[in-house]
């Protein structure tokens, strides 16, 4: 199957729109680590965290936003509660139920990372949409 034909500059605009956000991935590794997590233990913390429903989430939910199978996701939840992290709660409607809760603790290392984040994500906006209107050919790249 033949795709529409690309000039040399959308090649580069790609490449320069995918190296950002793999530095960004590298540098969010990064404060995880100095946090104390590894990178999916931080995405352990945000899934939960940023569950967008009325009750915490469940382990299937924050395994469909982290992309793990339910068992992979189980053994991280399993270490972040050993870590003091994150804990498990029986649902009161339907005990074959099991929600995740974050800490305490989960939730302070939580609020440092994620500021820094929002910081850092404003810092390259501008970057970032530059790169992302030279791929749609609105606005000259950087």
Not at 17 to 29: G, I, K, P, V
Not at 72 to 88: H, K, M, T
């Amino acid at each position: 199957m033949a795709g529409p034909h690309l000039d040399d500059e959308q090649y580069r605009d790609l490449l320069r729109f995918r190296t950002a956000l793999r530095r960004f991935l590298h540098w969010s590794d990064q404060q995880a680590a100095a946090a104390g997590l590894t990178a999916q233990q931080h995405q352990l913390l945000l899934a939960i965290r940023g569950h967008d429903g009325p009750t915490a989430p469940t382990v299937g939910d924050v395994a469909d936003y982290l992309l793990l199978k339910h068992h992979s996701l189980v053994e991280l939840v399993d270490r972040a509660e050993q870590g003091g992290f994150v804990i498990r709660v029986v649902d009161g409607d339907d005990r074959r139920v099991v929600r995740l809760r974050l800490t305490r603790a989960g939730m302070r290392v939580l609020e440092k990372l994620t500021a820094a984040h929002l910081q850092e994500l404003t810092r390259l906006a501008p970057t970032i949409e530059r790169v992302a209107r030279g791929l749609d050919g609105d606005a000259p790249a950087i």
